[in-house]
């Protein structure tokens, strides 16, 4: 799923294209794509794109009528400028080109909502904290609101905005902290580290993605980078260590780490495998 980073430069290349050019035609390619009835699409059709802005993983186009077209990519939805990457769920024909937005795969997650003024944009919004503007105070009391793995409240929508999985381990191998550590039994010091790991991470990847689209249009999105530490590198080496990276597998999503770095040489357990294996299960490196 496209994420903090990947939404910010996904509007910077729309800003150069689409700001202050008129929307001339909205065409939807499925009825699952819409998920509201009022405002009515049409609506937006004829004016003029006033304003971008990220709302969580979401992309908000905001129109001179007050009216916003938010959209959420989901796992699989992508942006295409001018050019069709398979068939299209939806085309926004504007007065400078066209957008069109595709989904990998059969399921149809990608939503488009529309919402007329500000209150209605809000409503859409989980409300977590920005991470890059959040002071360590604020980034200390929402950790603290409930007692989760690290893993889990820096996904959650509700407590920060616009973070995944995909960044969400590589902030905790820039931490050297475990995914599973609770929130309520951070120190001050693994908080600290925690909350600059996560300013540095995200503003890394935004700067390196920016340098990577290098003004075209942004069309290799995704979740696994060459670049990344520890996700997507399950067996590969540690950058700083050189131990293999190691993973926990849960329903379609995995949580890649450094045993060394993140977990004082503890291996986590893998829930299907450490069932599958029992007593044979390897609880650290030397057992591995």
């Not at 980073?5 to 689409?18: H, N, Q, S, T, W």
């Not at 409503?123 to 690290?150: I, V």
């Not at 902030?171 to 550590?181: F, G």
Request: proline letters at 6%.
């Amino acid at each position: 799923m496209p994420e903090l980073p990947d939404i910010a430069v996904y509007i910077e290349a729309l800003e150069a294209r689409i700001l202050h050019q008129r929307l001339e035609h909205v065409q939807l390619h499925t009825p699952f794509l819409l998920r509201t009835v009022q405002p009515p699409v049409q609506d937006a059709e004829g004016r003029t794109i006033t304003s971008l802005r990220r709302l969580g993983k979401r992309i908000a186009i905001g129109c001179d009528n007050g009216l916003w077209l938010v959209l959420h990519l989901m796992i699989a939805g992508r942006l295409h400028w001018n050019r069709k990457s398979g068939k299209p769920i939806a085309s926004f024909v504007f007065s400078s080109g066209t957008l069109h937005l595709t989904e990998a795969g059969a399921q149809r997650r990608a939503s488009l909502h529309l919402a007329s003024g500000e209150d209605a944009l809000r409503a859409l919004d989980p409300g977590g904290l920005e991470p890059l503007d959040c002071t360590l105070d604020q980034f200390s009391a929402a950790l603290a609101r409930e007692n989760h793995t690290l893993k889990r409240a820096l996904t959650d929508p509700r407590l920060f905005s616009g973070i995944g999985n995909a960044y969400s381990d590589e902030i905790l191998h820039r931490a050297r902290l475990s995914p599973v550590a609770l929130t309520q039994k951070l120190s001050p010091n693994d908080i600290g580290r925690l909350h600059t790991a996560t300013r540095e991470t995200l503003q890394l990847w935004i700067q390196r993605l920016c340098a990577a689209a290098a003004g075209a249009f942004p069309e290799k999105v995704t979740a696994f980078r060459p670049g990344m530490a520890v996700h997507g590198r399950y067996k590969m080496p540690c950058p700083v260590c050189s131990t293999p990276v190691q993973r926990i597998r849960y329903a379609s999503n995995e949580t890649n780490y450094c045993p060394r770095c993140q977990t004082a040489g503890r291996l986590l357990a893998d829930r299907a495998l450490s069932r599958l294996l029992g007593a044979d299960w390897p609880r650290s490196l030397d057992d591995l």
